[in-house]
């Protein structure tokens, strides 16, 4: 498979992992709560901070960044500022996302800890002896751990070792 194919099938499962509609407390309207996690594509070569908005990310939302090429389209970046009412805490979110990502039910994907807005993904590839990586070949999540709960970020750095 190609990295964008991995991508994609990450992309699918994030979508069939994101709740549907609810009913609002109380009955009433329909409500879209927000998703397991949104990916944006960002340029691996450039400072990712700039490149994605998260100033609408809700407390407790999840969004990796993938090299452009890699993600055609941001996927829930719509949904960003929803509630996560429902959905697992942030960081379980991540452990059974990168959990499976060795198993058989997601490919095999790098995942990336990115610890400040001004680092690229080619940044951290880089630092970690990877910067000759075939971004068309090797799928790569990256979190921006900015974005997270200072509590957070340890833990989910932690869970971006990559194998």
Known sequence: MTAAADIGAIRDWLDASSPARVRAPMGGEWIWPAPFAALLPVDPDAPAGPQVDLSDLSEGGMVFVCPQGQLSAPFADDRLSRAVAGLPSLVERVRHLFGHRLGVELPDVLTLA??????????????????????????????????????????????????
């Open 114 to 163: 990115l610890s400040s807005p001004s680092q690229s993904v080619v940044d951290v590839l880089t630092g970690e002896g990877l910067g000759d990586l075939d971004l068309a070949a090797v799928a790569v999540l990256a979190v921006p751990l900015w974005a997270l709960p200072v509590v957070d970020r340890p833990t989910v750095a932690a869970l971006c070792r990559h194998p």
